[in-house]
């Protein structure tokens, strides 16, 4: 199977060396498209030497397009209009984009009279592709077949955990996984940084709060209690724990974090009308 990538920034390139070294793009062949002949290059010679997996890279989208049986689009929503154009006459291929705001029927417009009869996938993944543990949704139109779903969705499955959605639920996905990598970055940044001034040099103070971060999201994914209950157990009475706790929830912590995501959530839905 040929799988192409149109545009390899910073979520197609996660995607793409996520997918190019776990085992799922073995006897595949990867096929890359993107405006700069120079991140071309780069990115096909440093996936190669990594993973060992041969990347071809094409000369423009229509040839990408003519050649792959799964088209992933990764390039900005402004993008997206003129590509579709570019490859309409693939029409016979899966076409996956993740570009937020650009609806299926957006898509399916953009490609004309092809659009009626073309297969396309929508996607919101996260940049944890690159290391194997990405949060994705696929969503499809009625002309994608189960088996057809299935191949794209095995790639998306290579780079992390993959759950198909209705198309009607991308503006939450956006506000729960596609943006809150960045929402975690900060917590993570801001532990660094009370560390630090706490004498903590920066490399190992990274180090501890990164891991406690792993740790606990492992423990939400494989625990049987709530997330409560999760919290109230690291809560001794009288102890540091439940004083910090106390100060965030004091702080608005719980409240900042929603607001955060619904605000995701609601530029999500504008872009979408825009």
Same mark, same amino acid.
């Given at each position: 199977?040929?799988?192409?990538?149109?545009? &390899?920034?910073?979520?197609?390139?996660?995607?793409?060396?996520?997918?190019?070294?776990?085992?799922? *793009?073995?006897? %595949?062949?990867?096929?890359?498209?993107? +405006?700069?002949? =120079?991140?071309?290059?780069?990115?096909?010679?440093?996936?190669?030497?990594?993973?060992?997996?041969? $990347?071809?890279?094409?000369?423009?989208?229509?040839?990408?397009?003519?050649?792959?049986?799964?088209? /992933?689009?990764?390039?900005?929503?402004?993008?997206?209009?003129?590509?579709?154009?570019?490859?309409?006459?693939?029409?016979?291929?899966?076409?996956? *984009?993740?570009? @937020?705001?650009?609806?299926?029927?957006?898509?399916?417009?953009?490609?004309?009279?092809?659009?009626?009869?073309? +297969? $396309?996938? +929508?996607?919101?993944?996260?940049?944890?592709?690159?290391?194997?543990?990405?949060?994705?949704?696929?969503?499809?139109?009625?002309?994608?077949?189960?088996?057809?779903?299935?191949?794209?969705?095995?790639?998306?499955?290579?780079?992390?955990?993959?759950?198909?959605?209705?198309?009607?639920?991308?503006?939450?996905?956006?506000?729960?996984?596609?943006? *809150?990598? @960045?929402?975690?970055?900060?917590?993570?940044?801001?532990?660094?940084?009370?560390?630090?001034? %706490?004498?903590? =040099?920066?490399?190992?103070?990274?180090?501890?709060?990164?891991?406690?971060?792993?740790?606990?999201?492992?423990?939400?994914?494989?625990?049987?209690?709530?997330?409560?209950?999760?919290? /109230?157990?690291?809560?001794?009475?009288?102890?540091?724990?439940?004083?910090?706790?106390?100060?965030?929830?004091? %702080?608005?912590?719980?409240?900042?974090?929603?607001?955060?995501?619904?605000?995701?959530?609601? +530029?999500?839905?504008?872009? &979408?009308?825009?």
């Amino acid at each position: 199977m040929k799988i192409g990538f149109i545009g &390899t920034g910073n979520m197609g390139g996660a995607i793409l060396k996520g997918y190019v070294r776990s085992d799922a *793009s073995n006897g %595949n062949e990867v096929l890359i498209h993107n +405006r700069s002949t =120079e991140r071309n290059e780069q990115m096909a010679a440093s996936m190669t030497q990594v993973s060992g997996t041969k $990347i071809r890279i094409c000369n423009d989208n229509r040839q990408l397009a003519e050649e792959a049986d799964i088209i /992933i689009i990764g390039v900005k929503p402004n993008d997206v209009e003129q590509v579709l154009k570019e490859i309409t006459p693939a029409k016979e291929k899966i076409i996956v *984009s993740m570009a @937020a705001g650009v609806s299926i029927s957006q898509m399916e417009k953009a490609m004309g009279r092809s659009g009626a009869f073309a +297969r $396309i996938i +929508r996607i919101m993944p996260n940049t944890p592709a690159q290391v194997g543990e990405a949060m994705t949704s696929m969503s499809r139109n009625s002309n994608v077949s189960d088996g057809e779903f299935e191949n794209a969705k095995a790639i998306f499955d290579s780079v992390g955990k993959c759950e198909e959605v209705p198309e009607s639920m991308i503006d939450c996905v956006i506000g729960v996984s596609g943006s *809150s990598t @960045a929402y975690t970055f900060m917590y993570i940044e801001a532990l660094v940084q009370a560390a630090c001034a %706490n004498g903590m =040099e920066e490399e190992q103070a990274r180090a501890f709060a990164a891991q406690s971060v792993l740790g606990a999201a492992k423990m939400a994914l494989e625990s049987r209690e709530s997330l409560e209950q999760l919290r /109230i157990n690291v809560c001794s009475p009288g102890g540091t724990t439940i004083e910090a706790v106390n100060t965030l929830f004091e %702080n608005g912590f719980m409240d900042d974090v929603k607001e955060g995501f619904q605000a995701a959530v609601d +530029r999500s839905k504008e872009m &979408t009308g825009e």
